[in-house]
């Protein structure tokens, strides 16, 4: 999505207002939400876009990385996480309910796999576990009961392995999902849960 800042009003503003929404839509940025942190913010990301020549469109997706960037350098790390998952996709709420529980949030696991043959198996794993452990909020209110929905499993298997048989890229997905299963039980250990959420394969 492209945003354009009205050539009538400061654009410093605008992306003040659009800071601040991206930061409660995504939660867990609480503490920067009061309003000299926000300006502070956007007059830092107005300066950058002056230095790069960029006066008019910006993507949306540049603020959320630069976001992301500002806040690990200012120790909000978990505020940084969150908006890396939830800003940009990567994890979202079902739009539809067929757990007959709590919430199912959906994990596009093809947005996880690096193009072009870089990434090795274990580096996405470990991203994998780190995104599990940004989510794990929103299992909180309810005990961990809910559902972990995984979508395109079997292409982010494929992806890591280059190809390959499709008894190994079956094998591989196998493993995503049981890593998501364990991860989640770890977490609800290490969160109190009474339950850990269900993983489902949506793709199955």
């Given at each position: 999505m492209i945003w354009n800042p009205h050539p009538a009003r400061d654009r410093k503003t605008v992306l003040a207002r659009q800071i601040s929404s991206m930061l409660e839509a995504c939660g867990g940025a609480e503490s920067l939400l009061a309003g000299d942190?926000?300006?502070?913010?956007a007059r830092s990301l107005d300066?950058?876009?002056?230095e790069r020549g960029m006066t008019d469109a910006v993507h949306t997706a540049d603020i959320i990385l630069f976001l992301v960037q500002a806040l690990s350098s200012v120790g909000e790390r978990r505020a940084a996480r969150r908006l890396l998952v939830f800003g940009t996709g990567l994890a979202a709420p079902a739009a539809w309910d067929v757990t007959g529980g709590g919430p199912m949030w959906i994990l596009d696991l093809r947005e996880m796999t690096v193009r072009d043959g870089c990434p090795i198996e274990l580096l996405f794993f470990v991203c994998l576990s780190a995104v599990l452990d940004a989510m794990a909020e929103v299992w909180?209110?309810?005990?961990?009961?809910?559902?972990?929905?995984?979508?395109?499993?079997?292409?982010?298997?494929?992806?890591?392995l280059g190809g390959g048989k499709p008894g190994?890229?079956?094998k591989l997905a196998r493993e995503i999902k049981q890593t998501c299963r364990a991860r989640l039980d770890?977490?609800?250990a290490d969160r109190g849960w009474r339950t850990a959420p269900r993983v489902l394969d949506l793709d199955s």
């Open positions: 942190n926000i300006e502070e913010f300066q950058a876009l002056e909180d209110e309810c005990g961990g009961d809910g559902v972990l929905g995984l979508r395109h499993v079997s292409q982010a298997a494929a992806a890591l190994r890229i079956r770890q977490i609800a």
